[in-house]
């Protein structure tokens, strides 16, 4: 495997072990941005992460005025952290909607065949991960490098360009 598709693995793992992205828009008033937390749902096979949304949320309106979107991750336990830019559409794709439902959506629908809610499709585009050691090397390392005063190595850090479509 080249070290690009190992990169992209690499992403899409992250993406599967990490539940909540908090996702990034232009709030559409100027430079602005605005992020929320919300549930994501890869598709590595298909190239996409879905995320379910109201069609009346800020958010939506924000991706109507400007699809560039943000997606950061991060698993403070292991010290795993991911960055995708892409590009987010809204659908209504009532099929979608079902295939990927959870009961966690309750909190927002009460239930699936809800006509408020909408598919955020995002399509990444490229993406940055870092990946550290556990908690003990972690404090281990930055004591090394605060007593000797060189700088801390904080693991490994990959950026990744996906192709376009």
């Keep these: ?6 990169d992209i693995d690499r992403v899409w793992n992250l993406l599967e072990d990490i539940p909540v992205a908090m996702v990034v828009t232009h709030d559409g008033q100027g430079r602005n941005m605005r992020s929320r937390p919300m549930a994501a749902r890869p598709a590595r096979v298909e190239g996409f ?10 958010k939506a309106e924000e991706i109507r005025g400007n699809g560039t979107i943000c997606l950061a991750l991060a698993d403070q336990t292991s010290r795993r952290y991911l960055s995708i830019t892409g590009h987010a559409e809204l659908m209504d794709d009532r099929d979608r909607i079902k295939q990927i ?8 629908w009460p239930d699936e ?30 004591a090394a490098a605060t007593l000797s005063g060189a700088r801390m190595n904080l693991g490994a850090n990959h950026k990744v360009e996906f192709d376009a479509r």
Excluded: N, Q
């Design 101 to 108: 439902w959870s009961i966690y959506d309750k909190a927002f």
């Design 49 to 58: 992460i879905y995320f379910l949304t109201d069609v009346d949320s800020p």
């Design 1 to 6: 495997m080249s070290d690009l598709a190992s």
């Design 113 to 142: 065949t809800d006509p408020r809610i909408r598919i955020l499709r995002v399509t990444p585009e490229s993406a940055e991960f870092w990946e550290g050691a556990g908690a003990v090397v972690t404090a281990v390392k930055l």
